[in-house]
């Protein structure tokens, strides 16, 4: 059965919208549930929750600070979907945050955590696709979606086994590097989505890279829409909360709607 992300984002792409989903820290400030609900007001389609971790291998600068301003804070994943639990935004959660954090619980614990509190998906992005295989069961026996992604320099053979392993939708990597904004959209984010669109149905998403409204607009005419974080959680880092959040997103959403 289809789950509940990959089918609202499926839904809305099908009726002609490009999807917007942005990328809020967990546990940073007080206020960073509101900002979820910001985001989801001014238009988000989905929202990823980041759960702190302490090597963030695919995160730059901005998001390293503020996962270790979240961990000194004294968030943890148990905090955070305390928090999510409480949350009704109206669209899809999906937890972003690294494998050892759901070794270290249990797979299936983990899972059903997520499920739990109401997370209808979930990114491991330090998690290859060929060793996913125990935490796919794990989370579909709770419920989960798992979203996949597809590196720039993965070669055309590998491209379909991600997708058709891909719940939610596929989440194709805008360029080799970490996350953070930039000044260009990187030619490599418009190429890895021709790809993917070009063998599967699944909506496909990309993120790293994508800085501002421009390169949003830019990039969703070839995919289905895009992820963008380090620019929201920079408006966190700098205290402009919820408020500058929503603004941010609204104007990511109207670019895409134009």
């Known amino acids: 059965m289809t789950g509940t992300l990959e089918s609202t984002l499926r839904a809305r792409r099908d009726g002609g919208a490009k999807l917007l989903v942005p990328y809020v820290t967990g546990g940073l400030g007080d206020d960073w549930a509101e900002c979820i609900e910001a985001a989801a007001a001014a238009g988000a389609d989905a929202i990823e929750v980041g759960i702190p971790f302490s090597d963030p291998v695919m995160d730059g600068p901005t998001i390293q600070e503020a996962s270790e301003t979240a961990l000194r804070q004294g968030a943890t994943p148990t905090t955070i979907l305390d928090r999510v639990r409480t949350l009704d935004v109206g669209v899809p959660l999906v937890v972003m945050t690294y494998y050892n954090i759901a070794a270290h619980a249990g797979l299936e614990r983990f899972a059903a955590t997520l499920a739990d509190a109401g997370v209808a998906a979930v990114i491991l992005p330090d998690m290859p696709l060929e060793e996913s295989g125990p935490w796919r069961t794990a989370a579909a026996a709770s419920g989960v979606e798992t979203v996949l992604l597809a590196a720039p320099t993965a070669p055309d053979e590998r491209l379909p086994r991600i997708a058709e392993a891909a719940e939610g939708f596929v989440y194709g990597v805008g360029l080799l590097g970490v996350t953070g904004?930039?000044?260009?959209?990187?030619?490599?984010?418009?190429?890895?989505?021709?790809?993917?669109?070009?063998?599967?149905?699944?909506?496909?998403?990309?993120?790293?890279?994508?800085?501002?409204?421009?390169?949003?607009?830019?990039?969703?005419?070839?995919?289905?829409?895009?992820?963008?974080?380090s620019a929201v959680v920079r408006r966190m880092l700098e205290g402009q909360g919820p408020e500058g959040v929503g603004t941010f997103v609204g104007e990511l959403r109207a670019a895409l709607d134009a």
């Open 181 to 229: 904004e930039r000044d260009q959209l990187a030619a490599s984010a418009t190429t890895i989505a021709t790809r993917l669109k070009a063998i599967t149905d699944m909506p496909v998403l990309v993120g790293v890279g994508v800085s501002n409204p421009e390169q949003a607009a830019e990039v969703s005419q070839v995919a289905d829409g895009v992820i963008v974080g």
